[in-house]
């Protein structure tokens, strides 16, 4: 199974900062097919990105993902008080897709 | 607009068998490439994808579980069943019913079902 490591653990930022999430897959993911994913609170995931790229229908414009092979990122440009939550990266290139173990965005 | 519910008993006993529902709408089965999942949180570890079903009846499993679990479909009332036997206290957990379109990434969640094994 790929398995993926997400950095930081944990990210302290302000709103309005620009925040910077990695995700690095034990082995080259095909196609870069690689996904994030935003749970705030008492919810379930939600997905954010797809294809590495590709921001889901409804998703704002200030989430983007880039990346590929071993190496993503999920980059948030502005953040609102909304956007503080945990973060997850999913790899669906290989079976069993996998997640990474999260990112907790947080108030500073 | 896609809404998928998940239903099913809170509290589990080891070695017994779980079953859960996932009740949906906005979709259908016979829609080509429509696929229901299930996806398990457990305290400390990552989400974990457990099994997943297709519009023609395909079905998917995590190979490290592949001979505890089963999923169905009943297509005319657009429910999905997971079925996992021989439970123990390691797989406690919220379990999410989840959509997927394409490949393997999920677009829309339940809102996910505690389910605790304990004696």
């Known amino acids: 199974e790929v398995v993926l490591t997400q950095s930081p653990g944990t990210l302290s930022l302000s709103p309005g900062e620009r925040a910077i999430l990695s995700c690095r897959a034990s082995q080259s993911v095909t196609n870069s097919y690689l996904a994030w994913y935003q749970q705030r609170p008492g919810q379930a995931p939600r997905l954010l990105i797809h294809?590495?790229?590709y921001r889901a229908p409804g998703i704002p414009d200030r989430f983007s993902g880039g990346g590929s092979g071993t190496d993503f990122t999920l980059t948030i440009s502005r953040l609102e008080p909304e956007d503080f939550a945990v973060y997850y990266c999913q790899q669906y290139g290989w079976s069993p897709c996998s997640f990474g173990q999260g990112t907790k965005l947080e108030i500073k | 607009q896609i809404t998928l519910k998940e239903s099913g008993p809170t509290l589990v006993k080891p070695t017994q068998t779980l079953t859960l529902t996932c009740s949906f709408s906005?979709?259908?089965?016979?829609?080509?490439?429509?696929?229901v999942g299930w996806i398990r949180q457990s305290p400390g570890k990552a989400l974990e994808w457990l099994a997943l079903i297709y519009w023609d009846d395909d079905k998917r499993y995590r190979p490290s579980l592949k001979n505890r679990v089963t999923i169905t479909k009943d297509t005319s009332r657009n429910q999905v069943v997971f079925t996992m036997t021989n439970v123990d206290p390691v797989d406690t957990g919220t379990y999410y019913c989840?959509?997927?379109?394409?490949?393997?990434?999920?677009?829309?969640w339940g809102q996910g079902t505690q389910v605790t094994v304990s004696a």
């Open positions: 906005g979709f259908s089965f016979n829609t080509t490439g429509v696929g």
């Open positions: 989840v959509h997927r379109l394409h490949l393997y990434f999920f677009d829309s």
């Open positions: 294809g590495s790229s």
